[in-house]
């Protein structure tokens, strides 16, 4: 039996850049649907592909009818992954499904909407699923493998950069390359709040510290914004400030002299 790519589908996702972050993995009902069309499943770097068996005379696929649906859950590996995905637009109790029902033509980013949360991998409910409908793919004029993209957004939370110093009076501010991110001081007194603030104090009671929040929310993401400087009495003290990780949940402690 001679086989071909049918479809693939990759999982995008703008934080995850490892190929182990996510595990796509069919639906019980779908594995033996493809095993019962002779469909092969491979996995790939980035999601996952479908094989299907070619007639030999004219090197078509076999048709598939209204029944032929795909369904395939796309699971976390960590906490991580759930933290950093924006689900505001889904709700309570439901989770994100990515469809090629309604697909422009040559478009390859599946439509998405939701459906009621369901699946469990690894001890982590599913992130969402992926529907792909057998006969809105047209096979008349496959010459390509059908692409798939599910892209998932990033949660956006804003930046703070704590700076601790033995110094009693720190002048320092922060900028960066053409303004990608700017910074308010948060004034330090005896009326805040902030938990790693008093944490700080207590257990380096002789320091001194600044505050600098993000004014805006700044999305997860694995490239890194680069050139954001420290600058101390007008001189650069460190020209490239690390970003927060994720698991950091926005926030950065740097000791300076």
Same mark, same amino acid.
């Given at each position: ?6 479809? +693939? ?15 796509? $993995? ?40 209204? +029944?032929?649906? @795909? ?8 906490? $991580? ?16 499904? @990515? ?43 496959? /010459? ?45 007194? /005896?009326?805040?709040? +902030? ?16 505050? @600098? /929040?993000?004014? +805006? ?41």
């Amino acid at each position: 039996m001679e086989y071909r790519e049918f479809f +693939d589908i990759e999982v995008v996702h703008p934080v995850l850049s490892e190929s182990n972050d996510v595990v796509l $993995v069919p639906k019980n009902e779908t594995r033996k649907h493809l095993s019962n069309l002779g469909f092969v499943v491979k996995n790939t770097e980035k999601g996952i592909k479908i094989l299907a068996p070619m007639f030999r005379r004219n090197g078509d696929f076999q048709p598939l009818s209204e +029944d032929d649906n @795909f369904t395939f859950y796309i699971y976390p590996t960590s906490d $991580v992954t759930q933290e950093v995905t924006d689900f505001s637009e889904i709700d309570e109790g439901n989770m994100i499904l @990515f469809s090629n029902q309604d697909l422009p033509e040559n478009s390859q980013e599946l439509i998405s909407s939701q459906v009621v949360k369901e699946g469990i991998f690894g001890g982590y409910p599913a992130l969402g699923s992926i529907q792909i409908i057998g006969h809105k793919i047209n096979l008349t004029s496959l /010459e390509q493998p059908i692409k798939f993209k599910a892209v998932f957004g990033a949660k956006s939370i804003k930046w703070k950069y704590y700076f601790v110093s033995n110094t009693e009076d720190i002048d320092i501010s922060l900028e960066s390359r053409d303004n990608q991110i700017s910074f308010n001081e948060v004034v330090v007194d /005896e009326n805040i709040t +902030d938990q790693i603030i008093n944490s700080i104090q207590l257990n380096f009671p002789n320091t001194q510290v600044k505050i @600098f /929040e993000s004014k +805006d929310l700044v999305p997860y993401s694995n490239k890194p914004i680069k050139n954001i400087k420290l600058l101390q009495n007008g001189d650069v003290l460190i020209n490239h400030l690390p970003n927060p990780r994720a698991e950091q949940q926005g926030i950065q402690i740097i000791k300076i002299k």
